[in-house]
Structure formats: structure tokens, C-alpha cells
């Protein structure tokens, strides 16, 4: 059984000193949320880093915009489009990605 399989809340963060702090964390020994470890230095984890824009580059890749007001607009359509079971798709990935991570003790998974 992985860490994931669990019945339990298991809450993912990154290592950044708001997220660390005491109030943050007392906040989630009160909610009874299962931290899950995130290595040190490890963007891997963030599902929008390996899951959410790798896929918004290759949509926007060859485009060019007369201006940041089409830009946007082609942005927000793209991700207006997205359905509920992309993003679902991006948080399972994290368990395979996660366990790839923390084998590697920490270091880059895409190099």
C-alpha cells in the first residue's frame, strides 16, 4: 500500500517558510492532515510545474499575439476549455511522481 492509498487527508506543500511556519502548521495538526514530506528544492512536485504548463507550452507554442489583451484571452480560453478530469489527471500523476522523487532522495526527476 502507498502513502497515497490511505483514508485519510494527506496535505502536499512545498518547503517555503509561510507554509513551515508554526501558525501554518498547528493549522494542519488541527485539521489532522497527514503532511506529505516534499524534499528539499524539489519543484518536481508542483503538479502545475510537471502536469499543468508543460501542456499550456505546447498549446501556445508557434503563436504569436498583437497583444498581452490576445495573449490572455487565448490563456483563459485555453484553460476555460480544460475539463474537470484534467486537472484530477495532473493530482493522481503526483503519487507516481512523488515516489519517483523521493527514491531519487530529493534530486531533479526531469533533468
Known amino acids: 500500500m502507498t502513502r497515497f492509498a490511505k483514508e485519510k487527508i494527506i496535505f502536499h506543500q512545498d518547503n517555503a ?3 513551515k511556519s508554526v501558525l ?4 494542519l495538526r488541527d485539521l489532522h492532515y497527514e ?3 516534499h524534499p528539499p528544492y ?3 512536485l508542483a503538479p ?3 502536469y499543468l504548463f508543460p501542456k ?3 498549446f501556445l507554442a508557434g503563436q504569436h499575439f498583437s ?3 490576445e495573449a490572455t484571452a487565448s490563456v483563459e480560453g485555453y484553460f476555460a476549455d480544460l475539463t474537470k478530469n484534467h486537472y484530477r489527471d495532473g493530482i ?3 503519487e507516481h511522481r512523488w515516489n519517483k522523487c523521493f527514491s531519487l532522495k530529493g534530486d531533479y526527476v526531469e533533468k
Open 17 to 19: 517558510p509561510a507554509h
Open 24 to 27: 501554518a502548521m498547528g493549522k
Open 35 to 37: 503532511l506529505l514530506e
Open 42 to 44: 524539489s519543484p518536481d
Open 48 to 50: 502545475s510545474d510537471f
Open 56 to 58: 499550456l507550452k505546447l
Open 67 to 69: 497583444s498581452n489583451q
Open 92 to 94: 493522481m500523476a503526483l
